[in-house]
């Protein structure tokens, strides 16, 4: 069976541009996390989703960030403008309705914003 | 909201010895804790996790113990072996309706030397 996926797996940009980072939860899954890993803050939470419906976005850093989930298979991570301290890994993890705490992490993005 | 310590930030044993790391949580409606192995350039991957309701879980090699009245849960790994070496990460998840929510520990780099 298929773990988390996610793309890409490297990204180099100017700070400035557009990034977005792509997920694909494991099927029958009901909820997507979107986490951040830097060497000052570790593993934070961005946002959360359950059947697609953002519930707690209240880790994403400030309105550069956005998150959707437009079906049950696909989630994006957007940053615009890109500034040089959103480097870092992101990961995206899922897991099950009814063990939602129990969750399954792809294997990033790293992000270098120059 | 949640706030987990963890120590040590590095641990390094011999083959063959234990390692044992060691958490702390300050939500006492925390009810999962689990714990994630983290190798170069990977995403974190879950190895073993205990609820609040159970005081120790086995499986094969480790093992994670917990203590609800101090607030404190531990990782043990016996007959270590090289392969073991990796990012070891603990967490807890919040109380009360966002228990998918986790608050991961800073990590522990275990290095096992042959």
């Known amino acids: 069976d298929a773990g988390v996926i996610q793309s890409p797996r490297h990204e180099v940009t100017e700070m400035g541009q557009e990034v977005t980072l792509r997920c694909k939860p494991i099927?029958?899954?009901?909820?997507l996390f979107w986490y951040r890993q830097t060497m000052m803050r570790g593993l934070e939470l961005l946002i959360y989703f359950n059947n697609n419906v953002p519930i707690d976005d209240s880790g994403m850093p400030e309105d550069r960030f956005s998150a959707k989930m437009p079906n049950a298979s696909f989630s994006t991570l957007k940053i615009q403008p890109s500034e040089p301290r959103d480097s870092a890994v992101y990961f995206c993890?899922?897991?099950?309705?009814?063990?939602?705490?129990?969750?399954?992490f792809g294997p990033g993005t790293r992000l270098l914003v120059l | 909201g949640e706030n987990v310590e963890q120590h040590p930030s590095t641990l390094s044993v011999q083959e063959g010895d234990s390692a044992v790391i060691k958490c702390t949580y300050s939500?006492?409606?925390?009810?999962?804790f689990p714990w994630y192995k983290q190798e170069l350039g990977k995403g974190p991957q879950l190895i073993i996790d205990i609820r609040s309701n159970v005081g120790e879980k086995k499986d094969q090699r480790i093992a994670v113990t917990l203590n609800k009245t101090a607030k404190h849960f531990s990782l043990h790994i016996t007959e270590t072996q090289p392969e073991d070496s990796a990012v070891y990460f603990c967490?807890?998840?919040?109380?009360?309706?966002?228990?998918?929510?986790?608050?991961f520990g800073q990590g522990t780099i275990l290095t096992v030397h042959p």
């Open positions: 939500d006492s409606a925390s009810n999962y």
């Open positions: 993890a899922s897991s099950r309705l009814g063990t939602e705490e129990t969750q399954y």
């Open positions: 967490a807890a998840n919040a109380g009360g309706t966002s228990y998918g929510k986790l608050t």
């Open positions: 099927s029958g899954h009901d909820y």
